[in-house]
């Protein structure tokens, strides 16, 4: 019987959840003014201007020869000053993946660069 309670319960929950529509910026539908938001007319499958600076960063540091832990980490750092502000599909997330294969082994760091590589080239980068 207390089974039974908790998933009324539960159900009871999710269903006045799913009552209370929200926008994508977060506000409810009763607001009355919707909160601005300047990722609106942004589209993230396209290459926004954070995320052009953190490509271009991270092609210019890697043709440079990012070779020893040191220099990863420093091109990591560089890069990431740019990409977690972008709203760029894949982007800031491959931000933090490259932070991490840059402090790890020599493998880790060529599969994190790849992936980082991989999401600019998607969004339309261009060397």
């Not at 009324?8 to 009552?19: P, S, V």
């Not at 003014?33 to 540091?61: E, N, T, Y």
């Amino acid at each position: 019987m207390h089974i039974r309670h908790t998933i009324a319960i539960a159900a009871a929950a999710l269903t006045l959840a799913a009552c209370t529509p929200t926008e994508d910026n977060g506000s409810s539908s009763s607001d009355p003014k919707p909160k601005a938001s300047a990722s609106k007319s942004a589209d993230p499958s396209k290459l926004d201007d954070a995320g052009q600076r953190a490509c271009d960063d991270f092609a210019r540091g890697y043709n440079d020869g990012a070779n020893t832990k040191t220099e990863r980490l420093d091109l990591a750092h560089k890069v990431n000053k740019s990409a977690p502000g972008s709203k760029t599909n894949r982007i800031a997330d491959t931000g933090h993946i490259l932070a991490n294969g840059a402090a790890g082994s020599a493998s880790a760091w060529q599969l994190a660069a790849d992936t980082f590589a991989q999401a600019c080239l998607d969004a339309g980068w261009k060397a």
